[in-house]
Protein backbone atom coordinates (compact mmCIF):
# COMPACT_ATOMS: atom_id res chain seq x y z
CA UNK A 1 0.00 0.00 0.00
CA UNK A 2 1.59 3.57 -1.23
CA UNK A 3 1.99 5.87 1.70
CA UNK A 4 -0.26 8.53 1.78
CA UNK A 5 1.66 11.93 0.95
CA UNK A 6 -1.29 13.91 3.54
CA UNK A 7 -0.78 11.34 6.30
CA UNK A 8 1.20 13.37 9.44
CA UNK A 9 1.82 9.98 11.12
CA UNK A 10 5.92 9.12 11.51
CA UNK A 11 7.46 7.12 9.15
CA UNK A 12 8.79 4.76 11.38
CA UNK A 13 8.23 3.61 15.24
CA UNK A 14 10.79 1.86 17.12
CA UNK A 15 10.24 -0.14 20.44
CA UNK A 16 12.73 -0.29 22.95
CA UNK A 17 12.36 -3.25 25.27
CA UNK A 18 13.80 -5.00 27.87
CA UNK A 19 12.56 -8.78 28.80
CA UNK A 20 12.99 -8.80 32.99
CA UNK A 21 14.18 -12.59 33.86
CA UNK A 22 13.65 -11.80 37.88
CA UNK A 23 9.97 -10.91 37.33
CA UNK A 24 9.02 -12.08 33.59
CA UNK A 25 7.90 -8.70 32.71
CA UNK A 26 8.91 -6.05 29.75
CA UNK A 27 10.08 -2.73 30.16
CA UNK A 28 8.90 -1.03 27.21
CA UNK A 29 9.31 2.82 25.69
CA UNK A 30 8.52 3.69 22.24
CA UNK A 31 10.37 6.36 20.14
CA UNK A 32 8.71 8.22 17.15
CA UNK A 33 11.42 7.35 14.34
CA UNK A 34 14.26 5.13 14.13
CA UNK A 35 16.33 3.98 17.20
CA UNK A 36 19.87 5.72 17.66
CA UNK A 37 22.60 6.27 20.08
CA UNK A 38 21.14 9.44 21.76
CA UNK A 39 17.53 7.24 22.59
CA UNK A 40 19.75 4.59 23.76
CA UNK A 41 21.22 6.34 25.87
CA UNK A 42 18.20 7.52 27.08
CA UNK A 43 16.09 4.49 27.37
CA UNK A 44 19.14 2.67 29.77
CA UNK A 45 19.16 5.73 31.63
CA UNK A 46 14.96 5.15 32.22
CA UNK A 47 15.87 1.79 32.91
CA UNK A 48 18.46 1.55 35.32
CA UNK A 49 16.47 4.45 36.57
CA UNK A 50 13.40 1.83 37.23
CA UNK A 51 16.08 -0.90 38.47
CA UNK A 52 17.81 1.56 41.27
CA UNK A 53 14.02 2.48 42.65
CA UNK A 54 13.39 -1.04 43.14
CA UNK A 55 16.70 -1.46 44.77
CA UNK A 56 18.97 -3.39 42.16
CA UNK A 57 22.62 -2.74 41.46
CA UNK A 58 23.23 -4.18 38.35
CA UNK A 59 21.52 -4.77 35.27
CA UNK A 60 22.99 -7.57 32.75
CA UNK A 61 22.20 -6.84 29.30
CA UNK A 62 22.59 -9.59 26.55
CA UNK A 63 21.63 -7.99 22.84
CA UNK A 64 22.55 -8.16 19.80
CA UNK A 65 25.27 -6.18 18.00
CA UNK A 66 22.43 -3.70 16.12
CA UNK A 67 24.27 -0.22 15.62
CA UNK A 68 22.39 1.61 18.13
CA UNK A 69 23.50 -1.42 20.87
CA UNK A 70 27.05 -1.33 20.39
CA UNK A 71 27.99 2.38 18.29
CA UNK A 72 30.92 3.79 20.08
CA UNK A 73 28.81 6.62 21.59
CA UNK A 74 26.81 4.04 23.46
CA UNK A 75 29.42 2.12 24.35
CA UNK A 76 31.19 5.63 25.65
CA UNK A 77 27.95 6.53 27.60
CA UNK A 78 27.74 2.93 29.50
CA UNK A 79 31.63 3.49 30.18
CA UNK A 80 30.88 6.63 31.99
CA UNK A 81 27.46 5.86 33.57
CA UNK A 82 29.05 2.96 35.05
CA UNK A 83 32.17 5.31 36.71
CA UNK A 84 29.46 7.12 38.34
CA UNK A 85 27.28 4.31 39.36
CA UNK A 86 30.56 2.74 41.35
CA UNK A 87 31.05 6.41 42.88
CA UNK A 88 27.87 7.57 43.37
CA UNK A 89 25.47 4.39 44.07
CA UNK A 90 23.36 2.77 41.08
CA UNK A 91 23.08 0.56 38.35
CA UNK A 92 25.99 -0.40 36.82
CA UNK A 93 25.06 -1.99 33.30
CA UNK A 94 27.05 -5.10 32.01
CA UNK A 95 26.60 -5.99 28.47
CA UNK A 96 26.96 -9.03 26.82
CA UNK A 97 26.86 -9.44 23.23
CA UNK A 98 25.30 -12.19 21.27
CA UNK A 99 27.82 -13.33 18.17
CA UNK A 100 26.24 -12.24 14.91
CA UNK A 101 23.15 -13.25 13.31
CA UNK A 102 22.01 -15.53 16.50
CA UNK A 103 18.24 -14.25 17.43
CA UNK A 104 18.07 -17.97 19.38
CA UNK A 105 19.96 -16.89 21.72
CA UNK A 106 18.51 -14.33 23.33
CA UNK A 107 15.43 -14.37 25.44
CA UNK A 108 13.44 -11.28 24.06
CA UNK A 109 13.22 -12.51 20.12
CA UNK A 110 10.24 -15.32 20.74
CA UNK A 111 8.68 -12.33 22.81
CA UNK A 112 8.50 -9.81 19.99
CA UNK A 113 7.77 -12.69 17.57
CA UNK A 114 4.34 -13.41 19.63
CA UNK A 115 3.41 -9.87 20.52
CA UNK A 116 3.69 -8.77 16.72
CA UNK A 117 1.47 -11.69 15.95
CA UNK A 118 -0.98 -10.89 18.50
CA UNK A 119 -1.22 -7.09 17.43
CA UNK A 120 -0.96 -7.73 13.78
CA UNK A 121 -4.26 -5.94 11.90
CA UNK A 122 -5.12 -7.62 8.56
CA UNK A 123 -7.54 -4.93 7.69
CA UNK A 124 -5.59 -1.99 7.58
CA UNK A 125 -2.45 -0.20 8.77
CA UNK A 126 -2.48 0.80 12.73
CA UNK A 127 -2.30 4.48 13.55
CA UNK A 128 1.54 4.61 15.86
CA UNK A 129 -1.18 5.11 18.71
CA UNK A 130 -2.87 2.17 18.10
CA UNK A 131 0.35 0.37 17.81
CA UNK A 132 1.71 1.36 21.37
CA UNK A 133 -1.51 0.37 23.03
CA UNK A 134 -2.07 -2.65 21.84
CA UNK A 135 1.89 -3.77 22.45
CA UNK A 136 1.46 -2.17 26.03
CA UNK A 137 -1.86 -3.99 26.13
CA UNK A 138 -0.29 -7.38 24.93
CA UNK A 139 3.03 -7.17 27.32
CA UNK A 140 0.99 -5.44 30.40
CA UNK A 141 3.09 -2.49 30.23
CA UNK A 142 2.43 0.96 31.64
CA UNK A 143 2.22 3.03 28.45
CA UNK A 144 4.52 5.85 28.99
CA UNK A 145 5.08 8.90 26.35
CA UNK A 146 7.52 8.02 23.63
CA UNK A 147 11.52 8.83 23.99
CA UNK A 148 12.43 11.45 22.37
CA UNK A 149 15.50 12.01 19.41
CA UNK A 150 17.48 15.05 19.33
CA UNK A 151 16.89 16.84 16.26
CA UNK A 152 19.61 19.04 15.05
Same mark, same amino acid.
Given at each position: ???????? &???? !??????????TGQMLLR????????????????????? @???? $???????????????????????? $?????????? $????????? @??????????IEPCWVH???????? &??????????????????? &?? !???????? $?
Open positions: MPADPQDA &EPKA !LSCYGLLRVDFVRGRPVSQVTEDFLSWVCER @LASE $GKKALLMIWDNASWHVSQRVRAWI $GAHNRRAKAE $GGVRIVTCR @LPSKSPWLNRGKRAIHEP &ERPLTSAEVMERVCTYYGC &EQ !LPPLEQDV $G
